[in-house]
Each structure stands twice: as structure tokens, then as C-alpha cells.
């Protein structure tokens, strides 16, 4: 039962570079998600897709890019990484669209930037 | 637009202590009410949840009612243990569109032996 999977687990990278994390789930669902959780904020949403082939904005989409490569796959890419975009990124899936399935998280990516 | 306000904490209890961590939202229409737990390193999980007023969600020993009047959802548990040490989240969902959910910033507890 692998539910949602994250790779990396962890990353460090020097400001200005790029890189992308990878996001698979395995339980057909439909919806997925990106989050980043800082200290004293929660969880804020990055992007979102409702659906394969459709991705919108969330919260704190500034800096960041998106793709729903399939409908197992949702990476999200940091162009030219910024020290503000130190945090724990989250991805996680939910069902059908207009239910209230719970969301489903993988375990996060750690990512610092210096 | 939704909001839901939790305390920050740390909680701190002895073992078999009453857990209660206050949850409050603020919503248009008739959102789903969930509590997740985050164990250290780990992702977020459900640990309960009420999809309409006066449902009582429960799991593992924990309890939440979903009080309209009141606008609240609090966690309750009757005697936690030193496993339960995490974060907990109160979090809702639209009752429309998306399936948006809106989280609060989550409720450290620590329990001690």
C-alpha cells in the first residue's frame, strides 16, 4: 500500500537553481495537491489539480510551476530556488471532485536553500 | 473566505491525562470537519472526521462533534498515551467547487510518562 510517494526525501540547493519534486499516488484518485508547511502556518496551498490535464493556483503560488503529467503524477518545480522557499513540501490526493473524501499525504520533501 | 483557528500549543500532559484541543471555522454553506494527525517525520494522516452538523467522529479513542451553533469541531481523547505525541490539524472542506480544504496551523501535544 504505497499511497502517495515523494521523491526526494531530502534536499539542499544553493539560491538560483533549479529543481523538480515528483509526486505519485497509487489509488486512482482524481484531485492532487502541493502544500507547504512553515513553523506557526500550517499548511498553505501551493497549486492544486482537480483533475488530469487541469492545474490552478492555490495560495502561495509565487515561484513555483506545475505539472500533471499524468493522472498518477503531479510534480512541482522551483525555477530559480529562493532561501523564502526553505520548507517541508507536501503532496497529497483526494477523490472524486464535490465529495468529502479525506486527502491522502505522501511523507514530504524537506528542501533547504542556502 | 475559510478560515479555521486552533492553538498552536505545545500541549503538554502526563500520561492518561484528558486531552481537549479546541477547534473553531468559519465557513459559508455546510463544509466536512476533519482532524489529521502528523507523526514526527511523517506526513499528515485523517485521523476523524463529520461531514454534517451534530455527527461525532471518532477513531483510535478520539472524538469530535460537529457543533453548527457553536461553529466547532474540538478534539477530545479520555486518556492519551505517550504514542499519541504529534501534531494535530483541524481542518475543513467546501461544501462546493474543488474540494478546497483550509487547514489550521496545527496543535502540538506532548505527553509525558
Known amino acids: 500500500n504505497a499511497g502517495v510517494t515523494q521523491t526526494p526525501k531530502f534536499q539542499v540547493l544553493k539560491t538560483g537553481q533549479s529543481m523538480t519534486l515528483q509526486c505519485a499516488q497509487d489509488?486512482?484518485?482524481?484531485?492532487m495537491y502541493w502544500y507547504r508547511q512553515d513553523p506557526g502556518m500550517g499548511l498553505r496551498l501551493i497549486y492544486y489539480?482537480?483533475?488530469?490535464?487541469?492545474?490552478d493556483k492555490g495560495e502561495v503560488p509565487n515561484g513555483y510551476n506545475v505539472s500533471r503529467l499524468n493522472k498518477r503524477e503531479f510534480s512541482l518545480r522551483l525555477e530559480s530556488a529562493a532561501p523564502s522557499q526553505t520548507s517541508v513540501y507536501f503532496c497529497?490526493?483526494?477523490?472524486?471532485?464535490?465529495?468529502?473524501?479525506?486527502?491522502?499525504f505522501g511523507d514530504g520533501t524537506r528542501l533547504s536553500i542556502l | 473566505g475559510n478560515s479555521v483557528t486552533q492553538m498552536e500549543g505545545p500541549v503538554t500532559l502526563s500520561e492518561e491525562a484528558f486531552l481537549t484541543i479546541n477547534c473553531t471555522y468559519t465557513a459559508t454553506g455546510y463544509p466536512s470537519l476533519f482532524w489529521y494527525v502528523q507523526y514526527p517525520g511523517e506526513g499528515l494522516q485523517l485521523l476523524l472526521k463529520?461531514?454534517?452538523?451534530?455527527d461525532k467522529g471518532s477513531n483510535k479513542g478520539f472524538e469530535a462533534t460537529y457543533r453548527k451553533e457553536t461553529t466547532s469541531f474540538h478534539l477530545e481523547k479520555g486518556s492519551v498515551q505517550v504514542s499519541d505525541s504529534a501534531v494535530y490539524f483541524c481542518a475543513l472542506s467546501d461544501s462546493g467547487g474543488y474540494q478546497k480544504v483550509t487547514f489550521g496551523i496545527g496543535t502540538k501535544l506532548q505527553v509525558i510518562p
Open positions: 489539480s482537480a483533475s488530469e490535464g487541469t492545474t
Open positions: 489509488m486512482n484518485h482524481n484531485s
Open positions: 463529520a461531514t454534517k452538523a451534530d
Open positions: 497529497a490526493s483526494s477523490g472524486e471532485l464535490y465529495s468529502n473524501q479525506p486527502q491522502h
